[in-house]
T-cell receptor
Framework: QKEVEQNSGPLSVPEGAIASLNCTYSDRGSQSFFWYRQYSGKSPELIMSIYSNGDKEDGRFTAQLNKASQYVSLLIRDSQPSDSATYLCAVNAPAAGNKLTFGGGTRVLVKP | EPEVTQTPSHQVTQMGQEVILRCVPISNHLYFYWYRQILGQKVEFLVSFYNNEISEKSEIFDDQFSVERPDGSNFTLKIRSTKLEDSAMYFC?????????????FGPGTRLTVL
């Protein structure tokens, strides 16, 4: 069973601070990694994708990938109350077809 | 910006009834998916569909489930005889590439409630 693991939280951060979210995965064949944001009762909304080791920045978000450690993370800089949501890590391994395997999500609370 | 749409937003049905959930994927996408999320649980893959056939399905996707692309725009999920445990949010997604380096875009979901 291929697993994607996340700390469920809640991760409470003050407004303006950096939120750091972590995700580990078990399938070494994984090649594509995604972070989705999900507000309560809504669908997953793509934040970032990352395919190569290292960092990828997009606005206030930075994704970091370390395939050797089977670890992917997301940093949210200058956190805003509107960032309060559940952040889902999703992994795609071509050998497993094109399905996404999701972690359980980390709930982030940004306090004004 | 193109987006995946789903109808209805909420479906209430009696146990044992058939339901059809509808999706319109992004127009130039070729790969279509259904996922579900039971309240408080992970998003789970159900099925992927390409070139008018199922390319992969999960253990959840048993004989009670079927998918169809009845025309050039719609993609449907049918549950033949609903069970209480089918109550969940059902998300349709689409992508333009199967290689594993393209993104799946999700629709807003259909909340299915089985009574």
């Amino acid at each position: 069973q291929k697993e994607v693991e996340q700390n469920s939280g809640p991760l409470s951060v003050p407004e303006g601070a950096i939120a750091s979210l972590n995700c580990t995965y078990s399938d070494r064949g994984s090649q594509s990694f995604f972070w989705y944001r999900q507000y309560s009762g809504k669908s997953p909304e793509l934040i970032m994708s990352i395919y190569s080791n290292g960092d990828k920045e997009d606005g206030r978000f930075t994704a970091q990938l370390n395939k050797a450690s089977q670890y992917v993370s997301l940093l949210i800089r200058d956190s805003q109350p509107s960032d309060s949501a559940t952040y889902l890590c999703a992994v795609n391994a071509p050998a497993a077809g094109n399905k996404l395997t999701f972690g359980g999500g980390t709930r982030v609370l940004v306090k004004p | 910006e193109p987006e995946v749409t789903q109808t209805p937003s909420h479906q209430v049905t009696q146990m044992g009834q058939e339901v059809i959930l509808r999706c319109v994927p992004i127009s130039n996408h070729l790969y279509f998916y259904w996922y579900r999320q039971i309240l408080g649980q992970k998003v789970e893959f159900l099925v992927s569909f390409y070139n008018n056939e199922i390319s992969e399905k999960s253990e959840i996707f048993d004989d009670q489930f079927s998918v169809e692309r009845p025309d050039g725009s719609n993609f449907t999920l049918k549950i033949r005889s609903t069970k209480l445990e089918d109550s969940a949010m059902y998300f349709c997604a689409s992508s333009s590439d199967r290689v594993g380096t393209d993104t799946q875009y999700f629709g807003p979901g259909t909340r299915l409630t089985v009574l």
